[in-house]
């Protein structure tokens, strides 16, 4: 079965940086994209960046040069790097997983087929 476990979420101030980890097993697929999305009490879930298995990357807009999400395919590990935070980035965040259409249809959800149990950054 696949599994994604998310950790490195925390409360940092405005300004300031985290890096979250999503450690990825029991998949064999050559061709897949991986995604972090977050969602905001009372929000809907929304994409933050998404990285294809060829390494293409997409951002959101509001997060585009100050997120990087990148993957290490040794290590199996989706990493994203978030800096100069801003409280409005407070949210919990999820990793993601797909195989068919994710791409494609990115930042919407729908097509993400295997999801970790999130982690909760708050910024203030």
């Known amino acids: 079965d696949v599994q994604l476990v998310e950790s490195g979420g925390g409360s940092v101030q405005a300004g300031g940086s985290l890096r979250l980890s999503c450690a990825a097993s029991g998949y064999t697929y050559s061709s897949y994209s991986m995604s972090w999305f977050r969602q905001a009490p009372g929000k809907e879930r929304e994409g933050v960046g998404a990285i294809r298995s060829d390494g293409t990357t997409r951002y959101a807009d509001s997060v585009k040069g100050r997120f990087t999400i990148s993957k290490d395919n040794t290590e199996n590990t989706l990493s994203l790097q978030m800096n100069s935070l801003k409280p409005e980035d407070t949210a919990m965040y999820y990793c993601?997983?797909?195989?068919?259409?994710?791409?494609?249809?990115?930042?919407?959800?729908?097509?993400?087929?295997?999801w970790g149990q999130g982690t909760q950054v708050t910024v203030s």
């Open positions: 993601a997983l797909d195989v068919g259409m994710g791409w494609v249809h990115w930042p919407k959800d729908t097509d993400f087929d295997y």
